[in-house]
Each structure stands twice: as C-alpha cells, then as structure tokens.
C-alpha cells in the first residue's frame, strides 16, 4: 500500500478533536421526580463513572470517526498493487538471428508461441504489441480486445534486418509508463520478463558482395564469407547476374577467418551470392549488391539550347530528352523536367529551372538583369556537396525575391535557391550556366549531378534490410514495387512514394511511368553471441487507486450519521 498524497492523512488528527467535543457536550433531559434528597446522591455517584459511560454503545460517535477516516484516506489517495490485473504489453524479436532453426521449428516460432501462450492465459486491462525490428513498431496498440493482440502476434514474421530490443522497450514503454513488459527474443533484457530462445549461434555467412566495372562489358565480383563457426570450413560459392548463374568459386577458411574470393562475369543490373547451407541460420547464406549497367534518372529539356546545360545533363543522365515548345501532359515521364529561359506554370513533379521564374511559385523577379558574385553559400545543404560557388561570376542573372524555400547561394541577389512543397520539388538558377564563369569550374557537374539526385532521388542504392525510404513522385500518382515477396501498388501522398520497410533481403524495383529504380537489400549480419537465460526479473504490477472508493464511503458514512442523529433526535422527543 502506498499513497499518492500522503499529507491528506494528516486529517487523521480530526479524530481525537470529534471524540473530546463528544465527551464535553452536555446532555440533559428533562424528569419528573418527586423529590430530590435521593437524585443528588444519584448524580453525586453518576459523575464519578460518566467520562467512560459517555462512550458505551454509541454508534453515531463511531460513525463520526469513520467517516473523518474515510475522507482523510481518501485525501492521501491509496494506492494498492495487484499483480497482473494492468496492462500489458508484449515485444517480440523479429530480427534475422530469430530464423535460426537450432530452437524447432525455429527461435521466432517457439517464441511467438510462447508470447501466444502467454496471451491466452494472462489477466489485464489493456494488451499492447511491438515488434523489435530495426526500426521498432507498434504493430498493436493498447487494446482491451484479446483477440486483436492475438491477431497481430499471428502476423508478425522475421526480418532479414537487425532488432533494437532496447529501442522496442522503449517504445512498449510510452504505450503505458505503468505496464508490464514481456519480451520474447534471443537474448534478454535485465529488468523485464525475458523469454530467451537459443544460445550461441555459430554461423557461416556472406558478408559482403561487390561489383565493380570492366572494360568489354564486364564486372568483377568480389564475395566476402565470413566463418564464424569453431571447424574449418570448405564453403562453395555460386554468382548470379541477374537470377542466371555466372560463375562458381570456392573459399577455405579456418575458424573465425573471413576472406573473399573474385569473379569476372558479364555486366548486369544486380548480382547475387550464395553458399551452400553451413549451420542452423539459412537467411545469411545469400546477399545480393547492384551490378554496374545501372538505369539513369530521365530528363527533359525544354527551351533554347544551352550546350554547356546539356553537355553537363548527359554527363549525370540518360538523354536528355529534348522538348521545343512546352507541353506539361509530357513531363509526367521524366525524372527531371529541366526549363531554360521558359516562364510556365509548373505542375507537380521534378524541376530545374535555368534563368525561368514560374509564377506559380514563391519567388519572382525584381528588377533588371545585372551582374552579380556569388558571396555566400550554404554547407549543409545536398545540393551544394563537393560543391563550393564562392566567387563564381555570372555576367547576366535575373535578381529574385522569395518568399519562402530556402536561399542556398546568393551575391547581390539570390543565385541559387531550393523548393519542396506540394508534390513540387525545383532548384532555381536565375541565369544561364553560358552567361557566368561557372562552367569553368569542376563544380559545375557536381552541383548538376547534385540536383538531378535531390530533384528525382537516387535510382538505385544499397540498403540493409529493415530500412525504409520514400521517393518523390514527381507528376506521378500510381506506382507498382516489385520485390522478393511479390509486387505492391503504391499511391502518392504528399508528392511521394512512401515504400513499405524492405524486411526482406533481395532485389526492390520500383516501375512509375517510365521512371524505374532499383534497390539491392542485403541482410544485416550480425557478430558476437547471443547471451544465455538470465534470471526472470521481479514481477511488475499495477497500481489499482482506492481514492475514489473511500470518497464513496466517507459519504455513505455522513448519510448514516444523519439518520442515526434524526433518530436519536425522534427518541428523546418521546
């Protein structure tokens, strides 16, 4: 037992003070006697014995002092634990090492069985569920529904990522302070309910692949294998390009030794290593990286050419695309729309606009052209790595005022300046790259391959497994994901693609339109071993507030003294 407010048992003090008014007030009743020699003798003797008899049998003085109880306990707020009967919230590990089969059928079944078990015998107010990924998630939110926290126990499934156990606590942790936290892994958590399942887990694994390009249309693959196994192993090694076998090699390696093996194989968009099963965890025998013939963001010019503008585009794109006289129903297509020296409304997508200034947007030209220096620079920005504008002299540049974005070079005026809102993204040049020094600057490129890549996002990159990314959707609304489990349509929202976690190890392409882009997900393998059943912590529990029950009381007690004191009352008047 414990109080919230413990001042209010200071209020305990008024029962003494009710006891002495009880025993100081006077009680007189009026009798009819014949004479009084005899009476005083009586009282004489009464007196003696009445400080006690004041006291006998008298029910309304006990309920007086109850009630002073009840109010002062309901002031201080009890607070009484009772084990189990709170909310509850379940974490289970979903991270690559619960594949493991060294637990039958496997260390995530045996768990999500116990978890299970767990929730069909357990007695609370609320359930809760979070799912120890990477990036942990509350897959059931506290529910006074059992069936619903069965349901999302039954659909959770094991990652090819990492698990943040601490985070996923953590996370259990802001559902409900006061809940008690079961976690199911392969490893425990001091301090909480810890299932553990499995032990050290020895394992033979690919850790990294490579490819990197050769003349003649070529690669080389390079494979890292790691044995993390107490026997020497022979481990056979097979390359695909593509899905289609490339090539077959072999790696020896002593306990704990790691070493790579190499193979030239045609050119491809993505390349895939496996080794033939070494122990109980299947998911690290694969890993797949992007080959070198990658696709290339598309872009579209439109306006007057600019052979430094284009000589640069094709040096980061594919193209580009020409377009004469402008016609937004076309840009949807592209990645990048690029417009130089046109002044159209934009629709959403992907723009770079060279000595353009939109009306549609929150900036607008001021004045004439005139020439200006660039003075300042961001360095935070992505548009502006490896890139410094310091000095750069444009002869002609159009000034501009914005009223919002975000200035990331300016001189007199601004020079270059950045948007994102509403499904529109645009980098502003207000002069052509012909009409300044810049082009004689190896950052000239750079700061175009930078735009390209903040304007379309990458079109292909390597991730570990458990991550997710958003893409801009430029002027698109639909797009379909193709992946190791099948193909999803997306929707955009908010001028994005926003993908599912890549849970699973493999190839990711992306299809909108004409616009592909590709993602290689390799799993995340982890080193080290997994530690061994530690003790249960001590029990949880919840705390059940009597407050408002003594409140009840102290006013039953207050109603039953009314009635005792109307009644006494009644008595004395007979």
């Known amino acids: 037992m414990s109080f919230l407010s413990p001042a209010g048992l200071w209020w305990l003090a008024a029962i003494p003070l009710v006891v002495l008014l009880y025993w100081l007030r006077p009680r007189r009743v009026p009798v009819v006697v014949p004479s009084l020699v005899l009476w005083r003798r009586s009282l004489r003797e009464e007196a003696r014995r009445r400080p006690l008899r004041r006291f006998e049998r008298n029910v309304l003085l006990l309920v007086q002092v109850l009630a002073v109880a009840a109010a002062a306990l309901s002031l201080a707020r009890p607070q009484d634990s009772t084990a189990g009967a709170g909310d509850v919230v379940v974490v289970l590990d979903v991270g690559l090492r619960m594949q493991a089969t060294d637990v039958p059928p496997s260390r995530f079944e045996a768990a999500r069985g116990a978890a299970l078990k767990l929730l069909a015998g357990l007695r609370a107010v609320r359930v809760g569920v979070v799912a120890a990924a990477r990036s942990p998630r509350v897959v059931q939110p506290l529910t006074t529904s059992r069936s619903d926290a069965v349901a999302a126990v039954r659909g959770l499934r094991p990652t090819d990522g990492a698990s943040d156990l601490e985070g996923a606590v953590a996370v259990a942790r802001s559902l409900s302070p006061s809940a008690t936290v079961y976690v199911f892994s392969d490893r425990p958590v001091s301090g909480l309910h810890s299932s553990v399942f499995g032990g050290a887990l020895e394992d033979v694994a690919i850790t990294g692949v490579v490819a990197s390009p050769l003349p003649g249309d070529r690669m080389r693959v390079t494979v890292t294998v790691r044995n993390g196994t107490s026997l020497a192993r022979r481990v ?297 059943t530690a003790p249960a912590a001590p029990r949880q529990r919840a705390q059940v507030d009597w407050g408002r029950w003594l409140v009840g009381l102290f006013v039953a007690l207050l109603v039953a003294e009314w009635w005792l004191f109307s009644a006494q009352a009644r008595v004395g008047r007979t």
Not at 315 to 338: C, E, H, M, N, S
Not at 450 to 475: H, I, K, R, Y
């Open 236 to 532: 056979p090694v097979s390359v695909l390009v593509q899905g289609r076998s490339a090539a077959h090699l072999a790696a020896r390696l002593a306990p704990g030794q790691q070493t790579s093996v190499a193979a030239t194989v045609p050119a491809g968009l993505w390349v895939e290593a496996r080794i033939a099963p070494q122990d109980a965890l299947a998911a690290t025998d694969r890993s797949v990286a992007l080959g070198t013939q990658l696709p290339r963001p598309r872009v579209l010019m439109v306006g007057p050419p600019d052979p430094f503008l284009e000589a640069g585009l094709r040096a980061v794109a594919a193209g580009p695309d020409r377009q004469g006289t402008p016609d937004p129903r076309l840009w949807g297509r592209f990645d990048v729309v690029v417009l130089h020296r046109v002044q159209a409304p934009l629709p959403p997508g992907n723009f770079l606009l060279v000595a353009s200034v939109p009306t549609n947007l929150p900036v607008r030209a001021v004045g004439r052209v005139r020439e200006d220096v660039v003075r300042f620079q961001s360095r935070t920005h992505p548009l502006l790595r490896f890139v410094d504008l310091t000095g750069a002299r444009v002869v002609r540049a159009w000034p501009t005022r914005p009223h919002g974005g975000e200035v990331l070079a300016e001189g007199e005026a601004p020079l270059l300046w950045a948007y994102e809102a509403g499904g529109l993204r645009a980098v502003l040049l207000p002069f052509s790259p012909s009409d300044s020094d810049l082009v004689l600057r190896p950052d000239f490129p750079i700061l175009l391959a930078n735009a390209v890549d903040w304007l379309a996002g990458p079109t292909s990159s390597q991730l570990e497994a458990g991550t997710t990314v958003s893409v801009p959707a430029g002027g698109l609304q639909e797009a379909v994901l193709h992946g190791p489990e099948g193909s999803v349509r997306l929707r955009a929202a908010a001028g994005r693609f926003v993908l599912p976690p890549f849970d699973r190890a493999g190839v990711y392409l992306l299809e909108a339109g004409t616009v592909r882009r590709v993602w290689a997900v390799r799993p995340q393998v982890e080193s080290g071993t997994v530690a061994s």
